[in-house]
Structure formats: C-alpha cells, structure tokens
C-alpha cells in the first residue's frame, strides 16, 4: 500500500487509480441484493464498518497520491520559473514599454508587474510585542482562552451572559 512517504515513482497516476477501483470487488456480500441488505447483527454491522475503513483508507491513498503528483507539477512549474523567467520578464519590458500597460494576458496566463503596497515585516515578533505594550497599547490584542473559562464556570457555577457550557451528550459516528 502507498503511503505519504512514497517517492515521486512510486505514486499511482490517475488511470492507475481508476482500474484499481474498477477492479475492486462488488461492494455487498456475494448472493446480497444490494437493495434488500441491512445489517442486523454484529457481523452484519462489522462488515458495513470494514467497508467504511476500505473507502476512507482508499480516499486517503488517493489524496496522498494527488498532493504528490501536485507537489512534483508544481516543482516543475516553479523550475521552469527559474530557469526563463528573466527572459518573460525581459519579454514584457520590450512589449509595453513606452505604454501605460503594465501587464500582457497570453493563452495560458497573464505576466505583468503589480505594485505591492508597503507592509510590515516582523522579525522578532516577542521584542516587537514587548516595544508595543510601552509604546502603542493599542496594537496589542487579548486572546480568550476558553478552555480556562469553562474550568473556572465549572469549578464555581457561575452564570455568565455570554457563555453557557454545553453538557456530554452522546453522539452517533461512524469511524
């Protein structure tokens, strides 16, 4: 079975992917009408949840395969970047030079400049925190931690307006 560690080679392609769920045996127990079945005892429910397994374990390889495929288009995407993007972007200078035009759109996408608008770079978050505490108080923002509200509720059984706990209640889920 595949696994997130799998290696470009080793990932299934789509079609590969596609026989094997063709491939794949019928989904009800040999003899069962797929209309009539309803599980009724324990094997019957066992074999429903085995099933569930079967396709979440088959919708995670598939996932893990697509993210890798994707990974290794978008490396190529990005290598080809690398490697003629100088050349586009000497491309796009000689085309709108001299015009009010800042961008081109082609058949598979637009090159173009855009003008980032000025922003901020924290590069030490902690000592940024510290200086604006002294200096801009207004900059810095409270978290409510809810997990401390709920002990404290808990533990004193106060009522608050703005927050109610929820009490255990038993939830139906297949996993």
Partial sequence: MQTADTTEAETLTAEEIAALIADAPAPYPEGINAEAFCPTDAAGV???????????AEAKLIRENMEAMARAIERSADALEWKYGGAIQHFLEAQTEGGKKKSIRLPHGVIGYRTRP????????AAALEWAKENLPDAVTLHLDKKALAERLLDTGEALPFAALQPAEEVFYIK
Avoid: H, M, N, Q
């Fill in 46 to 56: 066992d074999w429903v949840l085995k099933k569930i397994a079967a396709a979440c």
């Fill in 118 to 125: 000025a922003g901020l770079s924290v590069t030490d978050p």
